[in-house]
């Protein structure tokens, strides 16, 4: 008899560390956006543009927002550039001094976040 409970304790334990491993295995994902420009001295900006069930469906969503971006007209004197997951553009402003601006996209597990601890 006390044979049959150990085994049932260790089913039982087993089951858990299984499901608790399905769980994490099965975490969503979340598209960030980040803004960054040159000259300014300011930090990258981060945004969450969505969340997914799944790194594929976030990895289509990021091609997508890719996708949009590059379909969008130029300015004049504007120069925009895809280079892997980030899009680079070069604008001139009324001065004639030239921007530099990146634009890139990131899939992560909704358990990372890119800006860092939070303080408390």
Same mark, same amino acid.
């Given at each position: 008899m006390m044979r049959l409970a150990r085994r049932?304790?260790?089913?039982?334990a087993f089951s858990l560390l299984t499901s608790a491993? #399905?769980?994490?295995?099965?975490?969503?994902?979340v598209l960030w956006e980040e803004w960054s420009s040159v000259?300014? *001295? +300011?930090?990258?900006?981060?945004?969450?543009v969505t969340g #997914?069930?799944?790194?594929a469906?976030?990895?289509d969503k990021l091609r997508?927002?890719?996708?949009?971006?590059? *379909? +969008?007209r130029l300015r004049p004197g504007e120069e925009r550039r895809v280079d892997g997951d980030s899009i680079l553009t070069r604008i001139p402003d009324a001065r004639g001094e030239i921007a530099h601006g990146m634009r890139k996209f990131i899939c992560l597990p909704d358990t990372v976040d890119p800006r860092g601890p939070k303080g408390k």
């Open positions: 049932a304790s260790l089913l039982v491993a #399905t769980a994490y295995a099965e975490c969503a994902w000259p300014t *001295a +300011l930090q990258p900006v981060f945004s969450v #997914t069930s799944t790194e469906s976030c990895r997508k927002e890719i996708g949009q971006f590059e *379909a +969008l």
